[in-house]
């Protein structure tokens, strides 16, 4: 994918996961800053995160949904994977 003046182009996976962890972030009443903390991130980095310009590891996204007590797939998909 290419850029536009430098911002780097988003990746459909990327920003359909980003809004579902800000769904659900906010869901549970969980500051932004809180969730950096725990999943080792700086706030700034889960701003890009949630806006789909940042990519998450699979640490990341482990810390983040034990965070906000839910399962794996709910960051993944909004169906569930039983």
Request: charged share 20%; hydrophobic share 45%.
């Amino acid at each position: 994918m290419g850029s536009v003046h430098g911002f780097p182009a988003v990746d459909p996976t990327d920003a359909a996961i980003g809004q579902r962890l800000k769904r659900w972030r906010t869901e549970r009443h969980v500051e932004l800053e809180d969730l950096a903390l725990a999943m080792h991130v700086d706030p700034g980095v889960l701003r890009r995160v949630e806006a789909g310009r940042e990519h998450l590891t699979a640490s990341q996204i482990g810390a983040a949904t034990t965070t906000l007590h839910l399962p794996l797939w709910a960051l993944v998909s909004d169906v569930p994977a039983y």
